[in-house]
């Protein structure tokens, strides 16, 4: 592999796009995507590693290909592709990047991360890649997985090791890999890895990287378990999850979508607390609460992200 000394890091901003649910679809079955735009699905995860048999990944590269392409000539808005690449560890992986890093793309979901050191490395490829196919450097998400107990404890270099670093949290699948790095026994109540997910979510928070999603939940008949899991993350704080079935995708985004109710709960309370300051008081209390600017603040950002002026 290439050297990751000596290359400029890229530059731009930080992504700003919340994503409820990302979903998997195997790369070698893009005639899968109508379905993942049917269940509604926030952006789409186009895999090249493990859901990828030997045989099929020179197919899955350029079926996934040709579906950048084809995403790159639809209007803006439409369904954002990312694409996991396999462990940049090997020149496979950077051909990959050179397939995929271009328009219609994105981002480059990066697995097997272990050190700041994998996605420094990541984010040169990358720029290089940009540069190749005349796209603005930095434009390119890129979404570490932190698959191992190294990568879970440096969760905070990891994610401020590049700009373009974003949706980065711990996923925490029952038999995967971070199971058997930490060797926690995965139950579906996720007690043992509330703790887990808790720092990572600080970490990543503390370092920038923007609207940190979480996951898996591969019980796919099991709707009501992954409410109660998709719940305990967003009161974790985490803003959407990664998903593997279609069927998933309508719990989760409810889950991460604020009801109308507590969306008219937020406007009432910066009314009120606009309210009150024009008259010179800086607390007061709000439907038997005590609130002041700081849960007003909160209130705005939570109107403005979800379209609220």
């Known amino acids: 592999m290439p050297s990751d000394a000596g290359t400029p890091a890229s530059g731009g901003a930080r992504a700003t796009a919340p994503l409820r649910s990302l979903l998997f679809v195997p790369g070698h079955r893009t005639d899968w995507l109508p379905k993942a735009r049917a269940a509604g699905a926030d952006a789409v995860i186009l895999d090249l590693e493990d859901a990828v048999p030997a045989p099929d990944k020179p197919l899955a590269r350029a079926r996934v290909a040709e579906a950048l392409a084809e995403a790159a000539a639809e209007p803006a808005g439409a369904m954002p592709l990312f694409v996991r690449i396999n462990p940049l560890d090997g020149w496979t992986a950077a051909d990959e990047l050179r397939a995929v890093v271009r328009p219609g793309s994105a981002g480059i979901v990066l697995p097997k991360v272990h050190t700041a050191a994998d996605v420094r490395l990541a984010d040169r490829l990358i720029t290089w890649c940009e540069q190749e196919h005349g796209l603005p450097v930095g434009t390119t998400t890129l979404v570490p997985l932190l698959e191992s107990a190294r ?5 905070y ?75 305990q993350n967003r009161a974790l704080g985490y803003d959407g999850m990664m998903a593997i079935h279609p069927a998933h995708i309508p719990v989760i985004n409810e889950v991460f979508t604020p009801t109308p109710e507590e969306l008219d709960r937020c406007a009432r309370l910066v009314a009120a607390v606009e309210s009150a300051q024009r008259t010179g008081t800086g607390a007061l209390t709000f439907e038997g609460q005590m609130v002041d600017e700081a849960m007003a603040a909160t209130a705005r950002a939570v109107l403005t992200r979800h379209g609220h002026s």
């Open 157 to 231: 270099d990891i994610a401020a090791a590049a700009p373009r670093v974003a949706h980065a949290g711990a996923l925490t699948a029952p038999g995967g890999d971070v199971e058997r790095a930490v060797g926690y026994r995965w139950s579906p109540q996720g007690t043992e890895t509330v703790a887990l997910r808790s720092r990572v979510l600080l970490d990543v928070r503390a370092a920038g990287a923007p609207y940190p999603v979480t996951g898996l939940w591969t019980h796919l008949a099991d709707l009501a378990g992954l409410r109660a899991f998709a719940e």
């Open 151 to 155: 990568a879970l404890h440096d969760a």
